[in-house]
Antibody, heavy 119, light 109 residues
Framework: EVQVVQSGAEARKPGESLRIACTTS????????IGWVRQRPGKGLERLGI????????RYHPSFQGHVAMSADRSINTAHLQWTSLKTSDTAIYFC?????????????WGPGTLVTVS | QSALTQPASVSGSPGQSITISCTGT?????????VSWYQHHPGMAPKLLIY???ERPSGVSDRFSGSKSGDTASLTISELQAEDEADYYC??????????FGTGTRVTV
């Protein structure tokens, strides 16, 4: 059974750094893309980017390029999303999800989300 | 890339059918057959309902169906149930490494 677990809620001040985690099980982690999606308070979903754990190929949505960094550790089946300098506008729930490629990507298994509060 | 346009809310009575629209452009919904739909109960993990416009993953009820015409995709929920009350999002491939989500629709039963 595929499972996606995310690290717990975090609170930081503007300018601080943060790394959140997404740990999967039940499938071959290196062989599937992992996507990161955020939901700001009262807003819809936005895709930040995707990473292929097999070779750490990371692709960012243009709006988020340079502000977040994705990584993957195949030894512990875990993907990470990292900020070096948080902004108050980064306050959101961050979801990770396994991505399947049918020509275009779709996300078939999602984590419950990590709430990040920056204030 | 702008978010796809969905109605803010749709409501229906138990047993009825409802349809949620997802309008994009000829650069996303209109250009590709890669539209997916997700159900999200706040506080929980979103759930994939439909991929590739009208394909249903195993385990998803056949009460959920997807379609597309031109720049607009649609999700139909038949035989509406109380448990269907949730937020629904469409998502379309938009070329390159970009997928764009819809604005989201709150379904009230």
């Amino acid at each position: 059974e595929v499972q996606v677990v995310q690290s717990g809620a975090e609170a930081r001040k503007p300018g601080e750094s943060l790394r959140i985690a997404c740990t999967t099980s039940g499938y071959n982690f290196p062989n599937y893309w992992i996507g990161w999606v955020r939901q700001r308070p009262g807003k819809g979903l936005e895709r930040l980017g995707i990473i292929y754990p097999g070779d750490s190929d990371a692709r960012y949505h243009p709006s988020f390029q340079g502000h977040v960094a994705m990584s993957a550790d195949r030894s512990i089946n875990t993907a990470h999303l990292q900020w070096t300098s948080l902004k108050t506008s980064d306050t959101a729930i961050y979801f990770c999800a396994r991505a399947r490629d049918s020509g275009g990507l779709y996300f078939d298994y999602w984590g419950p989300g990590t709430l990040v509060t920056v204030s | 890339q702008s978010a796809l346009t969905q109605p803010a809310s749709v409501s229906g009575s138990p047993g009825q059918s409802i349809t949620i629209s997802c309008t994009g452009t000829d650069s996303d919904v209109g250009a590709y057959t890669y539209v997916s739909w997700y159900q999200h109960h706040p506080g929980m993990a979103p759930k994939l309902l439909i991929y590739a416009v009208n394909e249903r993953p195993s385990g998803v009820s056949d009460r959920f169906s997807g379609s597309k015409s031109g720049d607009t995709a649609s999700l139909t929920i038949s035989e509406l149930q109380a448990e269907d009350e949730a937020d629904y999002y469409c998502c379309s491939y938009a070329g390159g490494d970009v997928e764009v989500f819809g604005t989201g629709t709150r379904v009230t039963v």
